[in-house]
């Protein structure tokens, strides 16, 4: 081989090496990192983490992922998301830089998914271009408006004497097995025309619970305009933590681009439970019933976060419907008194009502909207305005006519009258009623046409009056499109309501 040949070979080995060198990147990666020093109960500690946030996820090396709750001076607490059965101690733990966010958007109506929004019905990935953070500071005083526009539940018991407002925050509160789901399932099926979208977040519940509640609802038409988000029993206290907050982000998606949404949490009682599981694993100090000093913070900042925003951000809103269990209808225990504090008023269910077939089962004395009356409709006003007071002076005179051996005419009316009143405020389950059926009903029985109907056929008198208005069609669609009770239709209803009874008394008497 020649010197001029060898030469060559050498200049260009030495080109490929430097052109091989300078692709290299010499400049050293800084990579926050750590290590899992204790592991237990969906709870880690790790050192070593460094410039690190609250609700950061980190990503341990197994590709696990979890959340950091604990910022110490040396140490950081991570509690358990996903995977945790893949997690060691000694494992390097990596922080992401990024606070926990869920995808948001309408492909999410219409599907069962965890806290993490990752689908749990078997149809697929979730379709979204668009992530919100799950936690997030309430919207402001100066960009919200006052609640002026009613969400109808089509229960009557409910619009009547507790009527809500969107935006408001309404408890549903009552002992367990009382038909606390049931009243937020209706609310949901009567949102079908109205352009609400629903959110309902199960929290501890069955799985099985939740299964049938998407078959029903899929079977109601209600699916399509509804997202539930599921952290059942079996799923980590984390999950059931985050899932409130998870099922708000979607809600306020739709507020902030100006729509309406209702999002129902079933229930907080359980949603605390796993917030104390998760402070006292991460030992945080107790307080009351072993509940960290936070536990109202934790329900005011997700509470706080229904809106009616105003008309320069597009007017959307987002109605809350939180869901307490109670023990022995004990309302004044901590977790109760902390959530009716924070509502616009609680609808309070009694377990004897329940069992005497009173459904729903709403004790009207202890049930309140404080801002919902601003809401309802003039029609309602109008006939409902006495109905409450009706029923607690029944109230009062049935305990009384138990003592007393003979009553006056008077009192025998009231009591009549007020056996009917309750008979018109049942309502079977999947049965909701539009706003202008039940202003024809509760007008009818507050003006004693009912008084010579026997109690067991006022709800086939019910049945038969709405069908007879709709052929009739005009008092319905009056009441309906103005949302007022104005004189003439007034007098087209007890025109009405004279012919109906007769041929009704005639019909059952013949």
């Known amino acids: 081989m020649s010197p001029h040949s060898s030469a060559t070979i050498v200049d260009t080995l030495i080109k490929n090496l430097e052109q091989e060198i300078a692709k290299v990147d010499t400049t050293p990666e800084r990579v926050n990192a750590g290590t899992v020093v204790y592991l237990g109960d969906g709870i880690a500690r790790v050192t070593g983490l460094s410039r690190i946030a609250y609700n950061e996820v980190v990503e341990f090396a197994s590709g696990a992922k979890w959340i950091a709750l604990n910022l110490e001076e040396y140490s950081v607490w991570v509690v358990v998301l996903t995977q945790f059965d893949t997690v060691q101690e000694g494992m390097v733990v990596t922080a992401t830089g990024k606070i926990l966010e ?106 099985s619970k939740i299964v ?50 209702l999002i129902i949490y079933d229930d907080l009682t359980k949603h605390a439970n796993a917030y104390r599981e998760m402070s006292l694993l991460l030992r945080r100090p107790p307080g009351r019933e072993a509940y960290p000093g936070d536990v109202f913070y934790l329900h ?71 801002v919902g009356w601003s809401a309802q409709t003039k029609a309602m006003k109008k006939n409902a305005g006495s109905l409450k007071l009706t029923l607690a002076q029944y109230r009062e005179l049935e305990a009384f006519s138990q003592f007393a051996s003979d009553l006056d005419a008077d009192t025998k009316q009231q009591l009549e009258r007020g056996k009917r009143m309750i008979e ?23 003006n004693g046409y009912l008084d010579g109907i026997a109690v067991d056929e006022v709800q086939k008198f019910e049945k038969d009056l709405y069908v007879s208005l709709e052929r009739e069609g005009q008092i319905l669609n009056t009441i309906r499109t103005t949302g007022d009770f104005v004189d003439e239709t007034k007098q087209a209803l007890i025109q009405f309501l004279d012919n109906f009874v007769t041929l009704f008394e005639k019909n059952t008497h013949s």
Request: glycine share 10%.
């Open 102 to 207: 869920v995808p948001v958007g309408s492909g999410l109506l219409g599907r069962v998914v965890n806290a993490l929004w990752e689908p749990l019905d078997g149809l697929g990935p979730i379709k979204s271009t668009e992530s919100y953070p799950v936690e997030r500071v309430a919207t402001g005083v100066m960009s919200r408006k006052w609640v002026h526009e009613p969400l109808s539940t089509g229960i009557k018991a409910i619009d009547a004497l507790v009527p809500i407002g969107r935006w408001q925050r309404e408890l549903i509160i009552g002992d367990r097995q009382t038909g606390k789901t049931q009243i937020a399932i209706d609310t949901i099926l009567n949102q079908k025309w109205s352009g609400v979208q629903c959110i309902y977040v199960a929290i501890g519940q069955k799985d």
């Open 212 to 261: 049938a509640l998407a078959e029903e609802l899929k079977k109601l038409g209600a699916m399509e305009y509804t997202t539930i988000v599921s952290a059942g029993a079996s799923s980590p206290a984390a999950m059931q933590w985050l899932a409130p907050y998870a099922g708000c982000a979607i809600g306020e998606y739709f507020m902030m681009n100006g729509q309406h949404a």
């Open 300 to 370: 005011s900042r997700l509470l706080e976060r229904s809106a009616k925003l105003n008309d320069a951000l597009g007017a959307g809103s987002m109605t809350a419907l939180p869901i307490i269990e109670t023990q022995w209808g004990d309302i004044s225990s901590y977790i109760p008194t902390n959530v009716i504090s924070i509502t616009d008023g609680q609808i309070f269910l009694e377990s004897g009502l329940f069992n005497a077939w009173v459904k729903p089962a709403i004790n009207v004395g202890f049930s309140v909207s404080r």
């Open 424 to 446: 018109v405020l049942k309502q079977g389950i999947y049965s909701p009623i539009p706003f202008e059926k039940q202003v024809t009903i509760i007008f009818a029985a507050s």
